[in-house]
Structures are given as structure tokens and as C-alpha cells.
């Protein structure tokens, strides 16, 4: 398969080790690419959530292929999230093409670029991290339910409806909390004087231009693999958000899997 070369992908909130996370998909966008720069932007391996009895071959497939391009060049950097701030003890560490960091700042082509995760941002996380854990917890059960239910309306000839977007759309709070994210981070990055500003953690891939009184910067947020399949694609001094086509999906969710995840869900729920 030809790859297509890209000079920058930005990819955030992937969960793996989660029962939400798509990595199968991820695995076939990755084998598609040859990145010369690959930022992992937080929350990639979910240690909050984190099971010994559930971290499937297309999870470890994942980091395989990322362990691969950077050996073939890639300059990658893997940006501390909140699901895996157990790593930011090892902030700062440099081998070889990898890099660990809690933010990055790039130049690229002339235009300065502030990249991090955002959980900073995120009163729950900072001040009541079990409320935090226990609303993720309850997240990737909700999903796993969500991603059956789907798999049923596939089966039954309808499209898919996603529980977490509609409960985000019609509550209040959640509307609220992802407007001032966004005003919090542009306002940041405008007084900082960067041109782009890079986030992850709310999971809602977006590219928007902001302007104030005291300047102006463009916000983009690379989304996650748990519902949107999204990450944030540079070439050509262009940015473009990337989403996983469902029609481009082969068997996704095929009985045995679902069956093996729902065993796992009840379990863990027995326990």
C-alpha cells in the first residue's frame, strides 16, 4: 500500500486499554501515512482505566506502529493527558526519534504552534480527580452499550446514534464547559502571541479562527478515537481535520468481539 506523506499529525484521546477505543480503525488510518511529525497529544494509553484482562492485540498494534515510525524516521512526541499523567514523572525524557513532554511549541513555517493536551483547564480533573475517574468509568461502559446498540442498527439496516453527543448537546453544563475551554485556551494563546493553539481532552474535533481585541490565533482540537475517529492532518501549510469513515469500515464489531467485550463488562461490573 502507497502511504501518503504527511509533515505533521496530531492525534489525541485514543483510550487504549479501554473498551470504547477504536483501535482497529486507528491501526488502518496509521498504515496509511508516513507522518514526518506524529504528535500524540494526550490520553493515549488510559492508565485511569486501565485492566490486565483487557488490552486486545489491536491495542498493542497500535503502539507497534507508532514504535515503527519513529524507528523509520518519524519525529514523534507523546504529550501527557490526564488518563495518563502516571507518565509526566518522566517528563522531559529524549530517545532517539521519541520524545515525552507536557506541552510542545513547534514552528511551522513561520507560525508559532502551542501544543497540549488541556485537561489544565478542567476544574473536575484538577481539584476532584475520583469524580473525574468515576465519571470515566461510567463514560466507557456507556460507550461499550452504545457501540452494541450500533452494531444492532447496522444489523437492522439503520444508522448509528451516539448516547455521549446527545447527552454533551442538550445539557447545559457540557455546552458551557466546551465554550469556555475553547475561550480559555484562544484567549491564552492570543496573549501568548501563538498563531495556532493544539488541544485534545474534550473530545470535539474542531478548527475555528478566534479573533479579540488583542488578536487573533486559530484553535484546532483533534478529537479522539472513541466516537469522532478524528485527528489534525498539516501539509502544505493547510490543516485538515480527519474522520474515519464509517463506510470505509469492514467488519468493525463483529459478533465475537462484542461478545468478548460484553463478557468483560459484566464482569467487571460483578466485581
Known amino acids: 500500500m502507497k502511504k501518503r506523506k504527511v509533515e505533521l499529525v496530531v492525534i489525541s484521546d ?52 507508532i514504535i515503527t515510525m519513529a524507528s523509520k524516521g518519524t519525529k514523534v512526541y507523546y504529550i501527557t493527558g490526564n488518563h ?9 525524557t529524549f530517545m532517539g526519534n521519541f520524545s515525552l513532554l507536557d506541552k510542545l511549541v513547534l514552528d511551522l513555517d513561520g507560525k508559532k504552534t502551542w501544543i497540549f493536551h488541556g485537561d489544565v483547564f478542567d476544574a473536575s480533573v484538577q481539584h476532584s480527580k475520583w469524580i473525574a475517574k468515576l465519571g470515566g468509568f461510567g463514560y466507557d461502559y456507556l460507550i461499550l452499550i452504545n457501540r452494541f446498540i450500533n452494531w444492532c442498527l447496522h444489523k437492522m439496516g439503520k444508522d448509528s446514534y451516539s448516547f455521549s453527543k446527545k447527552i454533551k448537546a442538550s445539557v447545559k453544563k457540557a455546552v458551557k464547559f466546551i465554550n469556555d475551554f475553547e475561550t480559555t485556551a484562544t484567549d491564552l494563546a492570543i496573549d501568548k502571541k501563538y498563531d495556532y493553539v493544539i488541544c485534545g481532552h474534550i473530545h470535539e474535533p474542531k478548527i475555528k479562527e478566534v479573533e ?13 478515537w472513541i466516537e469522532n475517529l478524528s485527528c489534525l492532518e498539516y501539509n ?22 462484542q461478545l468478548f467485550e460484553m463478557e468483560h463488562l459484566i464482569s467487571s461490573i460483578q466485581l
Open 212 to 224: 479579540n481585541k488583542f488578536g487573533k490565533t486559530t484553535y484546532l482540537n483533534s478529537g479522539d
Open 14 to 65: 485514543i483510550h487504549l486499554g479501554t473498551y470504547g477505543c477504536h483501535a482497529k480503525e486507528l491501526s488502518n488510518y496509521l498504515s496509511t501515512i508516513k507522518p514526518k511529525t506524529l504528535v500524540l497529544n494526550g490520553d493515549i494509553i488510559d492508565i485511569w482505566q486501565f485492566r490486565k484482562s483487557y488490552f486486545p492485540k489491536a491495542h498493542l498494534q497500535v503502539i507497534k506502529k
Open 236 to 257: 502544505n501549510k493547510r490543516w485538515k481535520l480527519f474522520k474515519y469513515q464509517e463506510s470505509t469500515i469492514s467488519n468493525i464489531e463483529n459478533e465475537e468481539e
Open 84 to 92: 495518563d499523567e502516571a507518565l509526566r514523572k518522566f517528563s522531559d
